[in-house]
């Protein structure tokens, strides 16, 4: 489910021509923002229910470069979640589909007034539940659940 639709600007833009690294993590976090409004907690939704979402882990993977005046776009996946809890993974694509980057995420809906973590209200965790899924493991992304390591080859 496409989420996000932005094009690169000049101020993401690096000294080697491409978007820089950090604005691959702010994109995502707009994504999130536009995740919550999706799902109900816009400034109205956050008031009316007293409940926000924190980023609690991420991990990104940069897979290709990002320019100025790219048009990009940022969908979600849904790879699992409980009543405060969503693991999702966010894929930047160019307009074209191919893949720039991804991050995989852990949220945590949270209580504004007493900053704790809380169960998301009935109708915001329908509309969790309704985000696109993996349809089993054969359809498991493989850019989730990875782990950040050197393999060594063995001799």
């Not at 993974?89 to 995989?104: H, R």
Request: some cysteine.
């Amino acid at each position: 489910m496409d989420l996000l639709e932005i094009t690169v600007p000049h101020e993401w833009v690096d000294y080697n021509g491409h978007m820089n690294d950090a604005e691959y993590a702010r994109a995502f976090s707009m994504a999130v923002e536009a995740l919550m409004e999706h799902v109900g907690l816009d400034a109205e939704g956050r008031r009316e229910h007293d409940l926000t979402i924190y980023t609690l882990e991420t991990h990104l993977c940069y897979l290709a470069e990002a320019h100025e005046g790219q048009a990009l776009k940022v969908k979600v996946m849904l790879l699992d979640h409980d009543p405060k809890r969503q693991h999702v993974l966010f894929t930047l694509t160019d307009i074209d589909g191919s893949e720039i980057a991804t991050s995989e995420q852990m949220l945590m809906a949270m209580s504004i007034s007493g900053g704790r973590p809380t169960p998301c209200p009935e109708s915001m965790a329908e509309r969790i539940a309704a985000l696109p899924q993996p349809a089993g493991d054969d359809d498991w992304p493989k850019a989730a659940g990875r782990r950040i390591a050197i393999r060594h080859k063995t001799a």
